[in-house]
């Protein structure tokens, strides 16, 4: 039940700015930033012309939570479609990519889609983080790197319809990490080709 509150507490609070500048920056170097937020939307198909939502923020152990709830049918029903899209500060670590792949392939009525702000511990080319993004895609999830915080920013901030004004580096910065996602990416994308291209031998 505390699990509970606490989450629909989440839900109900919006970010403040400052807060959210300073965890979603997109920079490379990102010291400092020891926590993980995440923005999330959760959208279910009711009936076939119609869809709820919930939408609000986590911070930390977001994953944990998020499918302790699921788990426990506060946010999941088996009958229904669900649609749940992240907007994540640091990409999800090998461990958080396991169970949230597990949980996926338990629950084919989920589609996640995962934007990132910036890549958790994905530098070196053997990286279990790397591995874990890997992982994800083979379960069907949809991870990109956030390349406008506009959404995010007018969703789940506080701005008092302050206009969202860039950060220097913001584009450069989002093109560098779409590259890097993407070569990670790619190389799941590269064994299939090649296993088909056997096949057909």
Not at 41 to 53: A, D, E, G, I, Q
Not at 64 to 90: D, H, K, P, Q
Not at 142 to 165: G, H, L, N, P
Not at 175 to 200: E, M, P, T, Y
């Amino acid at each position: 039940l505390d699990t509970m509150k606490t989450y629909f507490l989440c839900l109900s609070v919006l970010l403040a700015q400052n807060k959210f500048i300073y965890h979603y920056k997109n920079m490379r170097w990102a010291k400092g930033r020891h926590e993980t937020y995440l923005c999330i939307v959760v959208k279910r198909r009711v009936r076939p012309n119609s869809l709820s939502f919930d939408f609000g923020h986590l911070r930390n152990r977001h994953l944990v939570l998020f499918l302790r709830l699921m788990e426990a049918g506060a946010l999941y029903s088996v009958g229904l479609c669900y649609s749940v899209t992240w907007f994540c500060s640091w990409s999800p670590c090998s461990d958080c990519s396991y169970r949230l792949a597990q949980f996926l392939s338990q629950n084919p009525n989920l589609r996640l889609r995962i934007y990132v702000s910036r890549l958790y511990f994905c530098d070196p080319e053997d990286s279990s983080a790397r591995e874990g993004l890997r992982m994800l895609q083979r379960a069907g999830v949809q991870i990109t790197t956030i390349s406008t915080v506009v959404y995010c920013w007018q969703t789940f901030v506080a701005c008092r319809q302050r206009v969202f004004k860039a950060w220097d580096g913001l584009h450069q910065n989002s093109v560098q990490l779409a590259r890097k996602l993407n070569d990670i990416l790619q190389l799941f994308i590269s064994h299939i080709a090649n296993d088909k291209q056997l096949n057909k031998t």
